[in-house]
């Protein structure tokens, strides 16, 4: 005998032929604090029942429940247990569906699985149905019904925009029968279209097409598609509301959402839990709509405003259609102000609770919270220290999570190794090889091993960024064109500065500053680095395109357009192999554990094959590569570690070489202090938004964020760097929150048809930045060989790749694929359903407007420009919190900018 509803279910589905599926999906609704507390959505659908099985087809009469019919299903010789049988059959055994008798014939089916082999070999089963005086003689099924019910939460009307606007749209031109004689469906359902069709000709209503989709394919006329209100009583049991229904239509009868109701005359019984149907409300939707204006979200509307059993009361009392839409508009007003009348609470609550902690000014509040100077970096020291331990030994007992950790090394390796070359490239271009790739990877080596060992957060990545670069290039032309002394001199200078604000900004705690930083800010910040890594490359491109693509005699000195063209193929073909690698994740192929185990290879795999392509098939062209002599020092005269000794007295001096240099005097001195503040500026907000977006509640960190901590350790770092003239470094974007990602267990959830995921866990640990980091050390024994072989064209094509697969990360560049998108296409997404489509798009333009303006002076050809630059990054932080409110509502900013 099966003893519970689990088992039951499983012998139903794993029945021969055929079968049956009956699912429930029950969640906590939120919404009206009203009769009902959800929805409950039943869809039917007809599917063909095989040759070789499926249960009968046969009409049950009440009587089966009987524990007399059931003694002559099962005889004495079957060993069963009556008693046992009438509660087996009593009890639910799946959602009931409109068609009542099929789950009964199916409840007998489970009672029947444990003797079904014996039944078989005796062909009993068949014996007993037609023995029975109760049942008529039918061969087999001819079609089955699958039927599937899910919770969904009654609709805010506060929250969710369309809310109101479906409302209005009814009252616009109510449609609405009275006294309805009908006793079936199938007459009700003609009636009220033919009423659509007299009340409204302009829609030119095809009835046959309409009536078709508001029938079940089986021709029985019960309804294939309805929103019930779920009622949960004092003992936890759910009753579905009876009195009315939703009935829902998707047509090509209809270019718009139709609504009409129906108040019958009668009660009537439309099928299992629908028996006293006093109003019926019926939308048709078009086939293709925005998912906020389908059938099942306007359904939800207004089975949240008939979730009010006042409101039902009066509806069914009314005369006439003008006095029901009064009634409805009545309604829907008081149900918008009940949801925003808890919306205000909700937020006076949250705003009487940081009051209650923060009192007095906003000023005084923060001096107390800094004072005594280093009590926040205190804090971080506590708070990591007792999780430090954990921090190299967590996970090590998991093969999982070892597997997790070798794929992300081998990620963070090239993440870090590929781009400090291509960044070392540019500062030797920029500095006169002062600083170049060799110095770049011994700098990431170093401060990426002390980041990992000290930092508060290590799932934090830290690496010369293009602002950096842009910076470094800006301190040579101030020491070249402004002041002419030495740059190594003057560079260290300006670090030296640098680490004493950030100094300054972890013992005061500055970094508090960050909590008015929304995610507005952060996004605005991580796509201008990903746009910024795009226009360097193009540069790139373009200047080789500038160089090669000429003819002789137009001031072209290395003519080959061969060269040009290898250039471009090399760089697309590497971005082009590591996206079509990166997308396997997403393929039908292979199992979804080795698609993304593939999909991990992604870099290393595009730059091996076309460093392949670029140094062997195309080795006549002769492609630029970082170990050339146009980015590289001669090995006899290459240090690492040399320069100039500063000199403060207002001399001058000839080096070696006849270049005149001058001393560093007052007003250089000065302009270092003044540069190492801006850098500072830089590093505080681009390092803090980074640590952001790795602490962001989403990912689920357990041991904690230490800011503070993390701010003191780059000061040190870059401090150490600028004595021995080695490029400087901070947490960046994105490879920071794509390390987390690349440590995070991801679970897929399907919402309304789109692929959710949600970060379940991640694995918090500083074995993966270190061993990473050492591998890049251990990677200055591959220069020359075999690092020479990686074109400069390959390296380019790895920046583009990391900019594009970061975007997708960022609601921001989201909403700009909206506003390309067909409205009908929207995914389900919160702030969809919260805010109207003008507010969405309004605030996406004033987001690209910000991020214009950043762009503008960062990649002018004005040198003194790119000063502005942290400026401009924090001022979008007063933006947001006191301009943007002017021109989009608040409660529209708290959804699209709220969650973070």
């Excluded at 997790?404 to 490239?425: D, Q, R």
């Excluded at 150490?720 to 794509?738: D, E, K, Q, R, Y």
Aim: with cysteine.
């Amino acid at each position: 005998m099966v003893n519970n509803q689990a088992e039951k279910e499983n012998h139903l589905a794993n029945g021969q032929g055929n079968t049956y599926v009956a699912a429930n999906h029950a969640a906590n609704g939120q919404g009206a604090n009203s009769q009902e507390d959800n929805n409950h959505v039943t869809k039917e659908q007809e599917i063909p029942v095989s040759s070789n099985g499926g249960p009968p087809n046969r009409t049950i009469e009440d009587s089966l429940v009987k524990q007399g019919t059931l003694q002559d299903i099962f005889t004495d010789e079957d060993n069963m247990d009556m008693d046992d049988v009438e509660v087996e059959v009593k009890s639910p055994l799946s959602p009931v569906s409109p068609f009542g008798q099929f789950s009964k014939i199916l409840a007998v089916k489970t009672l029947a699985v444990k003797w079904r082999k014996k039944a078989v070999k005796k062909n009993h089963l068949n014996m007993a149905f037609s023995d029975s005086p109760h049942l008529p003689q039918v061969d087999a099924c001819h079609a089955m019904y699958w039927t599937k019910r899910r919770s969904v939460p009654l609709k805010n009307y506060h929250d969710e925009a369309r809310a109101e606007k479906d409302i209005s749209k009814f009252l616009e031109n109510p449609v609405v029968l009275f006294k309805v004689k009908g006793q079936q469906w199938k007459d009700i359902a003609r009636e009220m279209l033919e009423n659509i069709k007299i009340l409204k000709p302009s829609m030119a209503l095809n009835v046959e097409r309409a009536y078709s989709c508001l029938m079940s394919s089986a021709g029985d006329y019960t309804i294939p598609e309805l929103v019930q209100g779920l009622i949960y009583n004092h003992n936890a049991d759910i009753i579905c509301e009876q009195s009315f229904v939703v009935v829902l239509g998707s047509t090509p009868a209809v270019q718009e959402t139709q609504t009409s109701f129906a108040v019958l005359k009668n009660s009537v019984n439309l099928g299992a839990q629908m028996s006293e149907v006093k109003m019926i409300c019926m939308i048709l939707s078009p086939v293709k709509s925005k998912q906020t204006k389908s059938g099942i979200e306007v359904g939800r509307t207004y089975t949240t405003l008939l979730s009010d059993l006042e409101l039902r009361r009066r509806l069914l009392d009314s005369k006439s259609p003008a006095e029901f839409a009064s009634i409805v508009k009545e309604g829907c007003t008081r149900v918008m102000d009940k949801h925003t009348e808890l919306y205000k609470q909700e937020k006076e609550m949250e705003h009487e609770e940081v009051v209650g902690k923060q009192k007095g000014s906003p000023v005084k509040n923060f001096l107390k919270s800094i004072m005594p100077p280093g009590k926040l970096l205190l804090n971080d020291i506590k708070r990591r220290k007792k999780h430090y331990i954990s921090d190299f030994t967590d996970g090590l007992d998991s093969w999982r999570s070892i597997k997790k950790y070798t794929t992300s090394i081998i990620f963070l390796y090239f993440t870090l190794l590929l781009p400090v070359m291509a960044f070392g490239v540019l500062n030797s271009y920029n500095t006169d090889k002062e600083i170049e790739t060799r110095k770049g990877i011994l700098a990431q080596a170093f401060g990426g091993i002390i980041f990992a060992l000290f930092a508060g957060q290590p799932l934090s990545v830290v690496q010369t960024t293009i602002p950096i670069v842009l910076f470094i290039k800006l301190v040579h032309t101030f020491s070249d064109d402004l002041f002419e002394v030495d740059f190594m001199t003057f560079y260290t200078l300006v670090g030296l500065w640098n680490g004493f604000f950030l100094i300054v900004y972890a013992f005061t705690g500055v970094s508090q500053i960050m909590a008015y930083c929304s995610r507005s800010t952060e996004e605005i910040v991580g796509i201008f680095t990903s746009i910024a890594f795009i226009v360097d490359s193009m540069k790139y491109v373009s200047k080789q395109f500038d160089t090669h693509w000429c003819d002789v005699g137009d001031d072209c000195k290395y003519p080959n357009r061969s060269v040009a063209l290898a250039v471009f193929i090399v760089t697309f073909g590497t971005l082009f192999i590591a996206v079509q690698i990166y997308n396997f994740k997403w393929s039908p192929f292979l199992s979804s554990g080795k698609r993304k185990l593939v999909a991990e290879y992604a870099l290393p795999f595009s730059v091996l094959v076309m460093s392949l392509i670029g140094s062997y098939f195309m080795k006549d062209l002769k492609l630029e590569t970082f170990t050339d002599d146009k980015y590289e020092m001669e090995p006899e005269v290459y240090s690492p570690f040399k320069y100039k000794a500063m000199k403060f007295y207002g001399c001058s001096e000839e080096d070696d070489e006849g270049h005149t240099c001058k001393s560093i005097n007052a007003a250089c001195f000065i302009t270092s202090a003044a540069l190492g503040f801006i850098v500072s500026m830089l590093f505080f907000v681009e390092a803090n938004v980074a640590a952001s977006m790795v602490n962001n509640p989403h990912n689920k960190l357990k041991k904690g964020s230490a800011y503070h901590l993390d701010m003191l350790t780059t000061a040190v770092i870059n401090i150490i760097l600028s004595v021995f003239g080695l490029p400087w470094m901070h947490a960046c974007l994105p490879t920071s929150p794509m390390h987390v990602r690349g440590l995070a267990d991801i679970e897929e959830k399907v919402e309304l048809g789109y692929v959710k995921e949600i970060v379940v866990s991640v694995r918090e640990t500083r074995l993966t930045t270190l061993i990473a980091n050492i591998l890049v050390f251990i990677s200055l024994l591959l220069i020359p060989v075999p690092l020479k072989y990686i074109p400069i064209p390959a390296l380019y094509g790895v920046l583009l790749f990391i900019a594009i697969s970061s975007l997708s990360d960022f609601q921001l560049w989201e909403r700009v694929l909206l506003m390309l998108t067909e409205q009908t296409l929207y995914p389900p997404i919160h702030y969809i359903r919260k805010v109207p489509q003008k507010a969405v798009h309004t605030f996406t333009a004033l987001q690209l407007l910000q991020l214009g303006v950043l762009c503008a002076l960062s990649f002018s050809g004005v040198p003194y420009l790119k000063m502005l630059f942290p400026f401009i990054i924090i001022a979008l932080i007063p933006i947001r919190k006191f301009l943007i409110p002017k021109a989009i509502h608040e409660d529209h900013l708290e959804a699209l900018d709220g969650s973070h």
